[in-house]
């Protein structure tokens, strides 16, 4: 079975970092786009950012611009590194897989992705 597990949230006080990561397993992972999603309590979910299946491509939500940085490597792992954390950065997040494109609307919209993670908590303390 395809799976995604997600690890690093936690607490931590504004303007701190973490990274989270995602493992993928049983998946063909050059074959597929990575990304990140986040749901904040009373909202819908959104889009974080993704990378693409080679890893040169990445995309951003203009929330996370700039503060937030997203990667992979060869071994089934993809991150998200996240710096400047701000209290309205709380939420859970998502790790992704699909095999479209890292860039497209698909991925820009959350919809119909091919494999989705637990999920890891984020909370950013003022």
């Known amino acids: 079975q395809v799976q995604l597990v997600e690890s690093g949230g936690g607490l931590v006080q504004a303007g701190g970092s973490l990274r989270l990561s995602c493992a993928a397993s049983?998946?063909?992972?050059?074959?597929?786009?990575m990304g990140w999603y986040r749901q904040a309590p009373g909202k819908e979910r959104e889009f974080v950012a993704a990378?693409?299946?080679?890893?040169?491509?990445q995309f951003y939500a203009d929330s996370v611009k700039g503060r937030f940085t997203i990667s992979r490597d060869d071994a089934k792992m993809s991150f998200l590194q996240m710096n400047s954390l701000k209290p309205e950065d709380t939420a859970v997040y998502y790790c992704?897989?699909?095999?479209?494109?890292?860039?497209?609307?698909?991925?820009?919209?959350?919809?119909?992705?091919?494999?989705w993670g637990q999920g890891t908590l984020v909370t950013v303390s003022s």
């Open positions: 990378v693409s299946h080679g890893g040169g491509g």
């Open positions: 049983r998946l063909t992972f050059g074959s597929y786009a």
């Open positions: 992704a897989a699909d095999p479209s494109p890292a860039g497209s609307g698909r991925w820009r919209s959350g919809l119909n992705l091919e494999v």
